[in-house]
């Protein structure tokens, strides 16, 4: 079998990472493993279709040191993550509510540090979602 590259692991990643994100917030918001409400906007979509929700970070940009952190990430709408460039006010407020200035404040500093995965951590990561994402999947 063919080891795979820091890049593929990172890529898969985060399709793993992203469902999880998705899951976890339909099953916050509305109990269901099918849909959740976008954090910015509180309309209900898909989590797994074509135009159904994204992860939207809060603090854009993909930087590695953030890019896994689930504080930083929510169920998002194609319209505020991408049109909108992430909803930043209404995402602002939310984020304000539900962990406070300090968090806020955390994820903008980690944001200035420079983070290189090894390919032993990504698939540390990997595993690691894949399981929280079957847990989830066992709660309903």
């Not at 304000?96 to 500093?109: A, N, P, T």
């Not at 290189?116 to 690691?128: A, D, N, P, S, V």
Request: charged share 30%; net charge positive; aromatic share 8%.
């Amino acid at each position: 079998m063919k080891t795979k590259t820091a890049t593929q692991l990172k890529k898969k990643l985060w399709s793993i990472f992203s469902l999880y994100i998705r899951t976890r917030d339909a099953l916050k918001t509305t109990n269901t493993l099918t849909d959740a409400l976008c954090i910015t906007c509180d309309r209900r979509y898909p989590i797994r279709a074509v135009g159904g929700l994204q992860a939207g970070h809060f603090i854009p940009g993909r930087h590695n040191s953030i890019l896994f952190d689930e504080r930083n990430c929510h169920s998002q709408c194609y319209g505020c993550n991408v049109m909108k460039k992430g909803n930043m006010v209404k995402y602002y407020k939310k984020m304000l509510d539900m962990y406070g200035q300090s968090v806020i404040d955390e994820l903008e500093k980690l944001d200035t540090e420079t983070r290189q995965y090894k390919t032993h951590e990504l698939k540390i990561l990997l595993t690691t979602y894949k399981e929280k994402l079957e847990l989830l999947k066992l709660t309903i």
